[in-house]
T-cell receptor, first 107, second 118 residues
Framework: KNEVEQSPQNLTAQEGEFITINCSYS?????LHWLQQHPGGGIVSLFM???GKKKHGRLIATINIQEKHSSLHITASHPRDSAVYIC?????????FGEGTQLTVNP | EPEVTQTPSHQVTQMGQEVILRCVPI?????FYWYRQILGQKVEFLVS????????KSEIFDDQFSVERPDGSNFTLKIRSTKLEDSAMYFC????????????????FGDGTRLSIL
């Protein structure tokens, strides 16, 4: 079993829809990252959180430490949000990554 | 905004050859990392580096791999004798100081070097 599980694996939405991507993990962590990977391969860090909720523009990330679960929400989705969204948990110095969620937002 | 830069963007090498991947971390960052992503798979941790020594390494990071900070700005990953299965995207990352030997600050990633072994 993977230490980090994401769902769904693939998600297709219409422009304007509210998007939720989920991440569950099975180990003790110090923090959780949400990352975005574009088709060219580059990785951008969106959030790092260890408790509660963070918001940046149309992106919201929440984490429930007791339930070992985090969600990434995108409000008013746009085609430029199309990318792979990756959950990664921090244990000691290393990040352990999920498989990623491929998001496609159609106009 | 400061960036982590990696060179080259694409490296093609014959199997058995040595390859050096280069990274320039963000200037005030003190923690450095290498990750790799085989095509179609998830990103995997290779090694973390702090205070001129390896903090942690994964099972993947065997004797064929080494890291070095040869000067005040570069951080390199060397693969001594490349194998076909080393073909992957290699990402460098860095983070600002935290407390102790691990940084609990966000990691900033470079755009990656695509390594193709023929």
């Amino acid at each position: 079993k993977n230490e980090v599980e994401q769902s769904p694996q693939n998600l297709t939405a219409q422009e304007g829809e509210f998007i939720t991507i989920n991440c569950s993990y099975s180990v003790g962590i110090s923090a959780l990252h949400w990352l975005q990977q574009h088709p060219g391969g580059g990785i951008v860090s969106l959030f790092m959180l260890s408790s509660g909720k963070k918001k940046h523009g149309r992106l919201i990330a929440t984490i429930n430490i007791q339930e070992k679960h985090s969600s990434l929400h995108i409000t008013a989705s746009h085609p430029r949000d199309s990318a792979v969204y990756i959950c990664a948990v921090k244990m000691s110095s290393r990040l352990t990554f999920g498989e990623g969620t491929q998001l496609t937002v159609n106009p | 905004e400061p960036e982590v830069t990696q060179t080259p963007s694409h490296q093609v090498t014959q199997m058995g050859q040595e390859v050096i991947l280069r990274c320039v971390p963000i200037s005030n960052h003190l923690y450095f990392y290498w990750y790799r992503q085989i095509l179609g798979q998830k990103v995997e941790f290779l090694v973390s580096f702090y205070n001129n020594e390896i903090s942690e390494k994964s099972e993947i990071f065997d004797d064929q791999f080494s890291v070095e900070r040869p000067d005040g700005s570069n951080f390199t990953l060397k693969i001594r004798s490349t194998k076909l299965e080393d073909s992957a995207m290699y990402f460098c990352a860095s983070s600002v100081p935290g407390s102790g030997s691990y940084s609990n600050q966000p990691q900033h990633f470079g755009d990656g070097t695509r390594l193709s072994i023929l």
